[in-house]
């Protein structure tokens, strides 16, 4: 059983989640990279990784590593995934994957060009709960797909320098919660939607604060993603059928949803572990190599990468 080497570019507050958290009997941190050679060197001692780099091109030319994970700001995502598959090497990549559906593109087309696969890092796609859950809905006892609710309201400082509401970092709540939302409402749409209306209220820099949207597919399926960088909401997930709801607390790492169904009768589903979320993301991108075929989620992602550039469009129009 061949052993997977993994590098980390970008040491943000994502990479301590992935790193503090890894637990693979298959895989292991072998290098990690920052444009600080000191914190570099500083992150891999604090979690005993024997190789660290003053640059992410020096950890590209290490030969030993297998697979990058990038954890840098989102803007930067697109050209160090070219660069990492260019150099051979399998990519999980945090989310927002890229900018838009012309870059995600150009990144799909060259690691299946290379052989290798491109993943997001993107918890919804790779948590069992959400497996499970579709194994249910697969069953019919739930009835048609009506409607979809996927709000997410979290209060950032309203700091202008933050990456969250900095242009220049690609701030704004869609390209941060807001993949989540978008995300939690495609995994269970039968299939990809358009944008009927979407609404958005800027923070002073320009970025989305704020905004309202609508989906819907050619079978009538029909989704509202509401999103807010100034308002706290829960981030409770509510799928509709004819026969049922389902409700999924703290929707982005899930491990328990609730069916509620038409007579009044509830059914618990329990699946996974919140604490291993990360973990699952390494699992699946490894039996994504080892099958050498990129998994479900690759192409969901295409399709909401797809929804936020139609998001973006119509705000456009404003």
Not at 62 to 88: E, F, M, R
Request: negative net charge.
């Amino acid at each position: 059983m061949k052993k997977f080497n993994w590098g980390i570019i970008g040491l943000g507050e994502i990479a301590h989640q992935f790193a503090s958290g890894f637990n693979q009997e298959q895989s292991s941190l072998a290098a990690v990279a920052s444009r600080s050679a000191d914190k570099a060197k500083e992150f891999a001692e604090a979690y005993g990784i024997p190789a660290s780099y003053g640059s992410y091109e020096e950890l590209l030319t290490d030969k030993t590593i297998d697979i990058i994970y990038i954890s840098v700001p989102n803007k930067q995502h697109h050209s160090h995934i070219l660069q990492a598959l260019n150099a051979g090497k399998h990519v999980l990549c945090e989310k927002a994957i890229t900018m838009n559906s012309e870059e995600l593109l150009e990144a799909m087309t060259l690691a299946e060009k290379n052989g290798l696969i491109l993943a997001e890092a993107m918890t919804i796609f790779n948590m069992p709960l959400y497996h499970e859950l579709h194994s249910i809905i697969d069953t019919g006892k739930l009835g048609k797909l009506k409607m979809i609710q996927a709000p997410f309201g979290s209060y950032k400082e309203p700091d202008p320098n933050n990456r969250f509401f900095n242009p220049d970092l690609a701030g704004g709540a869609l390209l941060d919660i807001g993949t989540y939302a978008v995300s939690f409402a495609r995994w269970f749409l039968t299939e990809q939607p358009t944008v009927k209306a979407s609404v958005m209220e800027p923070f002073s820099t320009g970025v989305d604060e704020q905004s309202i949207t609508i989906l819907q597919n050619e079978k009538n399926e029909m989704a509202a993603v509401t999103l807010s960088f100034q308002s706290k909401a829960p981030k409770v997930g509510v799928v509709s059928f004819e026969n049922a709801y389902i409700t999924v607390n703290d929707y982005p790492r899930a491990d328990r949803a609730e069916l509620h169904f038409n007579d009044g009768t509830t059914e618990t589903i329990i699946s996974g572990s919140s604490e291993q979320a990360l973990n699952y993301e390494i699992e699946n991108m490894i039996a994504a190599i080892e099958k050498k075929q990129p998994n479900r989620s690759l192409f969901l992602t295409h399709d909401v990468i797809d929804l936020l550039d139609q998001m973006q469009q119509k705000w456009a129009q404003q």
